[in-house]
């Protein structure tokens, strides 16, 4: 059972309510939930961070890791001829030891690519040959281990033309279909997507891109898939999210959303995570919805792990765990759109302090134990003053205080709280300057 402490004072009539929607030990993990009904849920991930919770977590709730960063040029090749597999092995290591896909990220893209790339000045013939190089090292090396590669990325302008980047400026547009045809040649197995943001409604980007798929099926260039990133604010999921998703999967392609995250401004509130939990389930559920769209990786599974505060002034709280690793409603959103029971936690006992009334030198307060869908045959209560407050008589409990640490617990008649019941203690304490309403803890 949970318990959880609610707070409130004389001074502070509102009661804290902290929240109970904590994911439960014998919650179904999300990758069972998804697995049931033939999708991915996945996560990217830092290599680094793979142990302890992190780590924990990764492997349990997900069937599918994409590296974070570890599979861009500048990682893998930080100077010309110098290679660094590390981190990229060490995720496809982890998610083969816990039984996951991987999803390669990303193989031609305008950024993150290394100085000497960026930097340098190449002949169309000299880019070609170094771009087919690339793709061809770097997928043989994963050759059969990847689930899909997301093998060009946001190669769009928003109005629909094409980025100007080295990729395009040096090689024309057809740089797409080439890179797909290498990649293909060196793993045949791997699915190959275009992916882009800002495509997850029907829009003109979204729309350049839905042309050129089309054009690439037309001409036989191997393209199995187009991913949709989602990198999305609080609110705004757009209203043609799933018609687009269908418009690809009818196009006779596999669509993925690959970077899914839902940002707020700063802080977040419980209304802003209910309408993210919203916002999360209204992105599953158009997944869930259409058969060819294969699942949904979100950008980070928590907020300590979120490139959304980094890049976006002001903003956070972008993912479905708490920078303590502590399930947020949006959590129990993605599990209810993958068909997990929507029951909230199966109840709670909480306590709740109030000064009833108070003098110059001394106040009577009291605490309430309150049990909704759980019950208490004993009860231990405990706070710690914070303003030099001190008990002298407690009824309906036994109190101890040692320095500024009281501890309560039930008389013999009252140890009993039922489901649905509650019980009050009071006592009389002296204070002087202030009276700050303490947190307290029941357990
Ligand atoms: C981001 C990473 O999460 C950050 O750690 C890094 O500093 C910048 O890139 N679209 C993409 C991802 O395709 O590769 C980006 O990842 C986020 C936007």
């Known amino acids: 059972m949970r318990l959880t402490a609610v707070f409130t004072g004389a001074a502070a009539a509102a009661a804290l309510l902290a929240a109970g929607a904590t994911a439960h030990a014998a919650d179904t993990p999300l990758r069972d939930l998804a697995a049931a009904k033939g999708k991915v849920i ?5 290599g680094s961070k793979l142990t302890g919770t992190y780590g924990d977590i990764a492997g349990a709730q997900f069937n599918s890791l994409t590296p974070g960063n570890a599979m861009k040029w500048e990682t893998v090749e930080p100077s010309r001829g110098t290679f660094n597999w590390a981190e990229a092995d060490q995720i496809v290591a982890f998610a083969q030891a816990h039984n996951q896909q991987v999803r390669g990220h990303t193989l031609v893209w305008h950024s993150q690519n290394p100085g000497w790339l960026a930097n340098g000045s190449w002949t169309p013939t000299e880019l070609s040959g170094l771009l087919q190089n690339h793709i061809t090292t770097e ?25 100007s980047t080295l990729w395009y400026n040096g090689l024309g547009s057809d740089y797409i279909a080439q890179a797909l045809t290498w990649a293909h040649a060196a793993d045949p197995s791997a699915k190959l997507y275009i ?9 003109a980007k979204s729309t350049a891109l839905y042309n ?5 099926k037309a001409r036989g260039v191997p393209i199995d898939g187009v991913g ?10 757009p209203s043609t999210f ?14 993925a959303v690959t970077e899914l995250d839902i940002r707020m401004q700063l802080p977040s509130t419980d209304a802003k995570l209910t309408q993210q939990a919203a916002d999360y389930k209204t992105v599953m559920d158009a997944c869930v919805a259409v058969t060819r769209c294969v699942g949904v990786t979100v950008w980070g599974f928590t907020d300590s792990d979120s490139w959304i505060p980094d890049v976006f002034d002001g903003y956070g709280a972008a993912t479905p765990y708490d920078e303590n690793y502590a399930p947020k409603p949006a959590y129990r959103a993605i599990a209810t759109s993958l068909g997990g029971t929507s029951t909230p936690p199966t109840g709670a006992c909480t306590a709740t302090y109030s ?5 110059n030198s001394g106040f009577t307060g009291q605490v309430r134990i309150a049990c909704s869908g759980a019950s208490l045959s004993s009860w231990k209560v405990g706070w710690t003053y914070g303003a030099g407050q001190q008990i002298s008589q407690a009824w309906n409990a036994t109190c101890t205080q040692s320095g500024a640490t009281v501890s309560c617990s039930n008389a013999s008649y009252n140890g009993t709280v039922a489901d649905g019941g509650s019980v009050t203690f009071g006592f009389n304490a002296s204070w002087s300057g202030s009276n700050p309403v303490p947190t307290v803890t029941l357990g």
């Open 139 to 163: 997928v043989t090396r994963y050759k059969g281990k990847l689930a899909a590669w997301d093998v060009v990325n946001e190669a769009f302008n928003e109005d629909g033309t094409y980025r």
């Open 228 to 237: 949709l990133q989602a990198h999305l604010i609080l609110g705004q999921v």
């Open 355 to 359: 000064v009833v009334s108070q003098w």
């Open 195 to 203: 992916n882009d943001y800002n495509v997850e409604g029907v829009n």
């Open 242 to 255: 799933q018609q687009n998703i269908q418009r690809f999967a009818d196009l006779g392609v596999d669509v």
């Open 212 to 216: 050129l798929v089309k054009s690439l």
């Open 42 to 46: 996945g996560t990217a991930v830092t």
